[in-house]
């Protein structure tokens, strides 16, 4: 069993940065591979970014390429998100995910532990 617990998120003005977090409890966290989604209302989850278990591999979507930065720190049982040059579309409640595998998974079926989510939104 893991248990996922994400922080960091607010409100913020269109250019602004956050850093969110996921503390992870459970001995399977440093033999996964992780990920961020997020889902606004209305709207389907949707991929965000993903990690290898070593952290030597990962993956983003399009739409925040070259402003989000995912990292962790296995000796912490740490999950991050690093998020700068915030758009108002990124407005969305964000959610960490552990994946059945080690390796980077982009789709929410890959993933069998979620925590509650962290809401982010971004004022124009």
């Known amino acids: 069993q893991v248990q996922l617990v994400e922080s960091g998120g607010g409100l913020v003005q269109a250019g602004g940065s956050l850093r969110l977090s996921c503390a992870a409890s459970?001995?399977?966290?440093?033999?996964?591979?992780m990920g961020w989604f997020r889902q606004a209302p209305g709207k389907e989850r949707e991929f965000v970014a993903a990690?290898?278990?070593?952290?030597?591999?990962?993956s983003y979507a399009d739409s925040v390429k070259g402003r989000f930065t995912i990292s962790r720190d296995n000796a912490k049982n740490m999950v991050f998100l690093q998020m700068n040059s915030l758009k108002p579309e990124d407005t969305a409640r964000y959610y960490c995910?552990?994946?059945?595998?080690?390796?980077?998974?982009?789709?929410?079926?890959?993933?069998?532990?979620w925590g509650q989510g962290t809401q982010v939104t971004v004022s124009s």
């Open positions: 995910a552990t994946a059945n595998h080690w390796g980077v998974r982009t789709a929410p079926g890959n993933y069998n532990y």
């Open positions: 459970g001995r399977t966290f440093s033999n996964s591979g």
């Open positions: 990690i290898s278990f070593t952290g030597g591999s990962t």
